[in-house]
Structures are given as C-alpha cells and as structure tokens.
C-alpha cells in the first residue's frame, strides 16, 4: 500500500511535502493555520504569505505541484521498491510521532518492523579511527545480538562499521539516509544498502522526495529522524564540531538517552565525545552501560545466560583486487607495504581496498598498518 491508495488526504499530504522549501516546520504551520492539507491546497500563493515563515517563493512552490506530481512521484517510489508512508498511517514509526515537527511523509525502501521500537541510533565521524571503526561495528553487533535495532545513517566511517556490525550478527539495522531513496550515497555503500533491504533485515528510510539530491544542508535534518526513532543515541566518535553532535543534542532535546564511548584525550576525532562525557553523557564501555542506562527497558534485553558466539564474516562476492589481497592473508598478517609488493597494485588503490575489507568485517587493522583476516 501506499501514500495514495490510503486515502485522498495522505495525497494532500504528499503533493504538500512535495513543495520546494517545505519541510517539516513549514508544514506543521501550513496545516495549524489552515485546518487539515486539503485546506492548504485550495489556497492562492498569495493566501499562502499569511502564514509566518512563508515567503512568495514558498508560497509559490506550493501553488505549482499538480496531481500529476504527485503521481509521477508515487510512479517513481513504486519502481524503486519504496513505501510512501504519510504520518497518519500505522506503518509511521510510532517514536518519531513524539518528536517536534516530525516529517509529514518518509519514503521507506525495505522493511520495517514492530521490533523496531526498541531501537538504538549509533552514529560517529566519517573520518574515524581505526579504534572507532572497531567499536562501531562491536556495538552495532553487540546491540543487535540482543535484540534492538541499529539506527544510524549510512555514512561513510562509524555509521558503516554500526550497520555491518548488526548485520554480521544476524539483527537488524536502519539507515536513515539525507538524500532521496533514488539516489546511493556514499555509493560504495550501495552493497550494503541491497543486503539491508533484500535480506530484510532492515530498511533504507529518508524524509527527501525520491529524486532529492545530495545536499550537505540535508543532513543536519535527517539527524533528529536517528535520534527520533531511537530509545537513546550512541556516539562512538566525534570531533568538535559534527554531525554525531548534532544527533546528541537532537537526542537529549527529544528526551532520549545519550551514551558515548570514551576515546584517547589527545584524539581530535574523540574531542565530540569527550566533551558529551563532560556534559553528562552516559560512558559506555559494554553492552551493559547502555542496557542500564535504559533503565527498565533496558531490563526487557538483559541477556538470560552466557552471551552468544559472534558470528565470523565470510567473503561474499568480493571485487577482484579485494578477492587479491584478501586472499594474501590467507597465511597470517601483512603490513600495507608488503601487501603492495605482493598484489602489484598501487599503494593508493591497496589502502582503499583494505579500508574496505575493514568495513566489510573481514580483516582487522592493527597499529603499524597490518592487516589480518578476522576468524
């Protein structure tokens, strides 16, 4: 089903969110001022201006979108395998109604489930450590294995390791992405994004039509849809300033459990959560910290005995010069510069490769630029 089968008013609400310079805030104050989004539809740009914050470009924008852009836009979503999912629906995350000015529509690739309404948003740098990888993807899995869904956003570094970490241990795990659902970004995600979807065991979710480019000023909005749908928000790693601090600040505001993982002192990429555990975060060091910090909710994912065997990555269609160098480590570890010696690759393309075994989960980096296979 989508958001136009469901009823004449959730196309009202779609054709309305379709608007250029319509978001969330704008169409809280649309809809407070005029009653229902039918009522916003029957007005004149400049019957639109009354309303505070609406300019004639905005009022202008609203005037413009037709039925007909409404339903290339669901023809659009329905060839991508995408759900339009309007906010009076049942399939709307039940956690993201609580928030301020909560999107009016979000596009949903995927599936999502009862179960994640116990959610666990886990989000850092782009730019991150090889420690901060490695706690990503330990806590996305740990989280996982007992049971809560992994909230993060797609990206490149910490929120990478988070989703590959639940995935790897059979759970699931939602990325919350600040493009449209047409577009891959980063695309050398896009293999983890169709295992999430075509295993489902997740969901791609954004609020951004499906043609929505990739715009920096689109993420600092998506941050408070992670932190919305989750019972409380994990920072990894962060310097000062980033986007994981805004996701925290979007957390505490929304009344949501903030934790943060503790990194070295002298680190810039662990500046952001330093300065969290300062203002009162919850330190997490394990799976507990963070059960506890949940309180009685926390209770309901308490593991009843010895916790589970990790579940060990296996190689699954890797690309060819990944297939090389993996296959490299077959007899023990090697550092970068042996690796090169060995493939007859490029420095450049070898250090991208093995980054992306790392993420993949199938080789460990240790200090020194070695590489080994994960068992």
């Not at 969330?24 to 201006?49: I, R």
């Not at 339903?71 to 309007?86: D, F, H, K, N």
Request: aromatic share 4%; with cysteine; glycine share 12%.
């Amino acid at each position: 089903m989508n958001c136009m089968n469901h009823s004449q008013s959730a196309a009202q609400v779609l054709r309305l969110a379709l608007a250029d310079g319509v978001g969330a805030k704008t169409y809280a104050a649309l809809v407070e001022h005029f009653g229902s989004p039918e009522a916003v539809s029957t007005c004149s740009a400049g019957v639109l201006q009354s309303v505070r914050g609406v300019g004639p470009k905005t009022a202008a924008a609203i005037a413009d979108v037709s039925e007909s852009d409404v339903e290339e836009e669901l023809a659009i979503s329905t060839e991508a395998g995408a759900a339009v999912i309007c906010f009076g629906d049942e399939r709307y995350p039940a956690a993201l109604k609580t928030i301020p000015n909560p999107p009016p529509v979000i596009w949903v690739r995927g599936e999502m489930s009862p179960e994640d309404v116990s959610s666990i948003g886990v989000v850092g740098s782009r730019r991150c450590s090889h420690y901060g990888m490695e706690q990503a993807e330990r806590f996305g899995g740990l989280l996982a294995r007992a049971g809560l869904t992994v909230i993060s956003g797609g990206a490149r570094g910490i929120d990478t390791a988070a989703h590959r970490g639940a995935l790897r241990t059979g759970g699931r795990t939602v990325a919350v992405m600040g493009c449209g659902l047409g577009h891959v970004y980063p695309p050398e995600n896009a293999d983890l994004f169709e295992e999430i979807v075509a295993e489902g065991r997740g969901a791609l979710v954004s609020e951004l039509p499906m043609r929505t480019a990739v715009l920096s000023g689109n993420f600092p909005m998506r941050n408070r849809i992670i932190s919305g749908m989750s019972l409380g928000t994990l920072v990894v790693e962060a310097a000062l300033p980033s986007g994981a601090l805004i996701t925290a600040r979007e957390a505490a505001e929304q009344g949501r459990d903030v934790f943060a993982v503790p990194g070295r002192v002298d680190s810039p990429t662990s500046a952001g959560t330093l300065q969290l555990l300062r203002d009162g975060a919850c330190l997490v060091a394990d799976l507990d910290d963070i059960l506890n910090g949940l309180g009685d909710v926390g209770e309901a994912f308490q593991p009843d005995g010895e916790p589970a065997p990790e579940i060990a990555p296996t190689p699954q269609d890797l690309p060819p010069r990944q297939a090389v160098l993996y296959s490299l480590l077959a007899e023990g570890g090697l550092r970068l510069d042996e690796l090169v010696a060995r493939s007859e690759i490029s420095p450049g393309d070898v250090a991208s490769e093995m980054t992306m075994l790392v993420l993949r989960g199938l080789v460990a980096q240790s200090p020194g630029n070695r590489f080994d296979r994960k068992r």
